[in-house]
T-cell receptor, first 117, second 116 residues
Framework: GAVVSQHPSRVICKSGTSVKIECRSL??????MFWYRQFPKQSLMLMAT?????????EQGVEKDKFLINHASLTLSTLTVTSAHPEDSSFYIC?????????????FGPGTRLTVL | AQKITQTQPGMFVQEKEAVTLDCTYD???????LFWYKQPSSGEMIFLIYQGSYDQQNATEGRYSLNFQKARKSANLVISASQLGDSAMYFCAMRDPDNYGQNFVFGPGTRLSVLP
């Protein structure tokens, strides 16, 4: 199956700093990638859809100026959390759709655990 | 809009026994697919099984099977012969038609604990 990687897997930063998270599709091209956020003991919630060559679309309630998304190539999307605050501490997971033989599957990255002190 | 409901926040099962994790959904689309994912404490999302709305038979993958009841809009996951390594969060998910069916919407999840 297809592989999606994320880097870093874990990051701790001070309040007010910016953090960049990379999501890469390793063996397939992804014109679209998705960024999810998961707070402790909660489900995954879609934050934004990252589109190669165009602006990302954000879900309601997600600040686009705080969560900058850049889909630089067909295999790379980055999420930058700007001026991070403790409430941004969460587990961030990216995914990319891939058309399999019988259905469209979603391949997830391993996730990035962000802790803002 | 669609919604996924998982009514069991937590479940316990004895090792080697079977367990059923509930999932009900709400969609107006005639064609849809249901997915189950396992999320261990490491956080990775592990794909388990898929059921298409037009599939004639219930999906099975090794120890995982789906009890798909279309009229009731339920797609319960059955894990047979539970193992200690099955302890994890389990999420039921569907493709989101509001975003061309590419991203997923997830249920709240069920935490399964397998007891030795």
């Amino acid at each position: 199956g297809a592989v999606v990687s994320q880097h870093p897997s874990r990051v701790i930063c001070k309040s007010g700093t910016s953090v960049k998270i990379e999501c890469r599709s390793l063996d397939f091209q992804a014109t679209t990638m998705f960024w999810y956020r998961q707070f402790p003991k909660q489900s995954l919630m879609l934050m934004a859809t990252s589109n190669e060559g165009s602006k990302a679309t954000y879900e309601q309630g997600v600040e686009k100026d705080k969560f900058l998304i850049n889909h630089a190539s067909l295999t790379l999307s980055t999420l930058t959390v700007t001026s991070a605050h403790p409430e941004d501490s969460s587990f961030y997971i990216c995914s990319a759709p891939w058309a399999g033989e019988t259905y469209n599957e979603q391949f997830f990255g391993p996730g990035t655990r962000l802790t803002v002190l | 809009a669609q919604k996924i409901t998982q009514t069991q926040p937590g479940m316990f099962v004895q090792e080697k026994e079977a367990v059923t994790l509930d999932c009900t959904y709400d969609t107006s689309d005639p064609s849809y697919g249901l997915f189950w994912y396992k999320q261990p404490s490491s956080g990775e999302m592990i794909f388990l099984i898929y059921q298409g709305s037009y599939d004639q038979q219930n999906a099975t993958e090794g120890r995982y099977s789906l009890n798909f009841q279309k009229a009731r809009k339920s797609a319960n996951l059955v894990i047979s012969a539970s193992q200690l390594g099955d302890s994890a969060m389990y999420f039921c998910a569907m493709r989101d038609p509001d975003n061309y069916g590419q991203n997923f919407v997830f249920g709240p999840g069920t935490r399964l604990s397998v007891l030795p």
